[in-house]
């Protein structure tokens, strides 16, 4: 590589780490203030991208910059201002399941405005063509997206430290309760904040255009990619942020200008994942202040009371029932259900109890399904062998992942735990000698005995109960009692000598393994394994049943996975836009019943005493 | 000025106050005494919205506040000040002021970052100083002023001489005798008796999360046993 080369490609990342650091600073912006997770923000990017195609054939590219912009910011504030406001005093990842929903409504809203196929972008009028550097064509746009990003940073660095909304946001972002108690008004504040982070968003997107096409699939990508730069930066800190966006994006760069492409999938997350490890509030981050007031306590959870059993085993016998009335496709979508309450169990195991979240559980899925492919088809392993060994494989992994992830907490370990299914999800994908790369592998199929689809329901009803009961006794042993007390008061945990490490490092393992047990089981029962199967989306799956189950109910996953799976299925079948419905259905439960399907029953209860 | 009616409050499923009455009259200084734990600081959490009351009534100047967010209550001239001071470490000194400015307000006195260094001089000699690299005495007053900056009519004031030596409480206690001359509402809680003693019109003893005694502050003075009673630790 000559070192012209090497600046042009320096040139290159930094034009990359402009609209990425755009996108950041509006996420880290409305996270310090509303302490939302803004599921949603690559949503908005996505819109300011298809916003300002569509507007530059009316207005001309530069105009429809900033109009594009503006329109994402109204936006912003009408979702803020209706939705997310009735949510501040909801749990954190109640807020986040609101914003994903957004997310599902927001995709096929671009999909029936604009269709499905990517929408080019205008060139740049005045900067289509190409400046000379030491002799090299280099992008004349380019070169003004480079100057783009220290000016917004500037600029937000101007209005956050020389104006009083500046002030405010500032206090607001350290004590917002404090701020409020001095008569700011939150309301305003919370909807100002919301618009000009959507604004930033909004620009972040339709400042891509010339550079790449609008696109559907840039919501997820995009917000895992600012998640990152907001996470390696450290929460909070626009400095940060602009120093990260420009280390991953010149990282990427190189990757690509040295043949390892294959890497940018990754790259970024073995960056936030070493960050970290190293820093764990990130380059620029301080350690967040210990949580102040009350933390919402929670009522423990209560063993399932003798007629709760009773429904579960009647259920159980009637699902059991079933194979002899039909086996035809409701018996497929049982034997889903089955899985997913399994995967959603054991997501619940660590999420609720151990209050560990994670955003990535469906790599142990993945791990588990593809385990189980990868022995049955490249090794030739029998079906049964497979079945047992393959959750073995997402144990291992969770083991090794887990053991970094305990050591940090809150969205932190969120997000490593994100970055960690990331990861195993680029080898899955690339990986294409072992894992079949994007195609999956195809013709897993179980062993004679079990060919039968009612067989293999038996089989799983039969591991999906035994694995469900085992993970609900170990929360009912001194084992859970002791995660719930590292998770509810660490320090005084602490002090009567639990070691809460160890034990979040063994649940994290825990769930790990069981998760892999419904990936296994999925896998036979499908036929066949696509990375899809430990995508972020999947992950988020897992969150979704959880939470509309109710997180802090012992039977809610069932519930919360049974209706998720029902809905996909019901909803994805004759209805081009399903995530939408899927979308508004999360909405409303979360409006309506803030504790989730499993509330439901103590709701009705105190109702009728009422 | 402000009135309290069957007050209840908690955290969660934790009840700390268990309905009781106060009321304080334009100008007065009430004190609120108590152990430990009583619940003194839990009242004044109620009272600005930070804590929800979960029953009970609150009116302040006729204005019904019980369900109001902190922020419209600080609106309505209401002011208070936390018991950990709650400075925003980050800002400086004239941008924590900033951050409690609110507008003029009709029959209070205005507040202004100059009249307050004049009240507070140590801050006057500050002002670019970061709040995270001052004493808690030199908090203390920051957090006061900053109280002061929404031009309240009533303050609500957490433990002020809390942590603070003999001399900075000395200020302090001069501090709030100011702003009883200019005419503010105070309704402070108290572990020193003997600042209670120097600033408070009347005395009220909580224990448990329940009102125990009223009375003139003299009062409290001259009877030993009550003071043994509920106040000896
Ligand atoms: N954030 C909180 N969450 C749960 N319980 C709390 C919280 N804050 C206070 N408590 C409990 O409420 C009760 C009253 O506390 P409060 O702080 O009002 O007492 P206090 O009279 O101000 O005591 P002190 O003199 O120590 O300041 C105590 O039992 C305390 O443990
Ligand atoms: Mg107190």
Redesign the interface.
Known sequence: MSATSILLQFLNGLAGASALFLVAAGLSLIFGVTRIVNFAHGSLVMLGMYLAVALSEVVGFWWALPCAALAVAGLGALIESVLLRRLYRAPELLQLLATFALVLIIRDYALWQWGPEDLLGPRAPGMAGAVTIIGQPFPAYDLFLIAVGPAVLGALWLLLTRTRWGTLVRAATQDREMASALGVNQRLQFTSVFALGALLAGLGGALQLPREPATLKVDLAVVSDAFVVVVVGGLGSLPGAFVAALLIAEVKAFCIALGYSKLTLVVEFLIMALVLVLRPWGLMGRMPAPARGPAALEPPLAAPSPRVLAGLCTLLAALALVPLATTGFTLVLLTDMLVFALFAVSLHFISGPAGLHSFGHAAYFGLGAYGAGILALRIGAPMELSLATAPLLAGGGALLFGWFCVRLSGIYLAMLTLAFAQIAWSVAFQWDAVTGGSNGLIGIWPAPWLASKAAYFWLVLALACAAIALLWRALHSPFGYALRAARDSPLRADAIGIDARALQWAAFTVAGLFAGIAGALHAFSKGSISPESMAVARSVDGLVMVLLGGIQTLTGPLWGAALFTWLQDALARGFDYWRAAIGCVILALVLALPGGLGSLGGLLKRQGRA | MLEVRALAAG????QVLFGFDLALRAGELVALLGRNGAGKSTTLKAL?G?VPPAAGEVHFRGERIDRL???RI??LGL??V?EER?I????SVT??L???R?PRREGAVHWTAQRLFELFPNLGRMRDRRGGSMSGGEQQMLSIA??L??NPLALLLDEPSEGLAPVIVDAMAGAVLELKREGLCVLLTEQNLRFARRVADRACILETGQLRHQGAMSALDADPALRERYLAA
Do not use: C
Not at chain 2, 11 to 14: D, H, L, P
Not at chain 2, 88 to 91: A, E, Q, V, Y
């Open positions: 955290y969660g499923r934790a600005m930070l967010a902190p922020w600080a609106r002011a208070y936390p709650r925003f470490t980050d800002l941008e924590n900033e951050v409690g609110l900053r109280s900056m929404g």
